[in-house]
């Protein structure tokens, strides 16, 4: 009888701890479109490399920036990075959730310490940026195929932390030394 109660009670956390893997595994958090929201019609749909990770969104970016920080130029191993920025409960992941990796890249932390950077746990594709109140997607994994193809919305309107570019950009776009409205116009 002492026995079977032990274990009655010492079950109870781990029936909770399962619960929240599976409840987590569903959704990705509470502010994120849900996957059971019938309502929820995507517009776009973006995957990593090697597919594991799906995710959709249901409403054009509401700005779409290039980034020229050395951040960005290291975490992405690339000369730029390419970001449209949406509202979270805009975005819903479909596939994948339990294989997303976190970094919080200003503790050096593989955590889901906001804001931090999201990545494929099996091809490290960068995901996204997942900040406080916005997602920032990448838009190269909505494989547009082609300038021509690619939505008005996405197109960037402007270079942030153009003080630390590599590779000089000869377009019309405002560049701006640090954030967008907040530093010196270049
Ligand atoms: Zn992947
Ligand atoms: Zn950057």
Redesign the pocket.
Known sequence: MGQYYIFYETDIPYLVFFYLIQTMKKEFGEKYGSIEDVNFTAKYRASCFCNAVEYEVRADPVDAKI?H?L??QKLHGAPM?WAAIFHKHDVRITKGIEQLHFYNNEFHKLERILPCKVSCGLCHTPIADEGRNMWLAFPSLFGFGGTLNVPKKFKPTCHI?YSMCIIDIDDDLPKWSGHKNKSQRL
């Open positions: 980034c920080c951040g960005c990075q932390f």
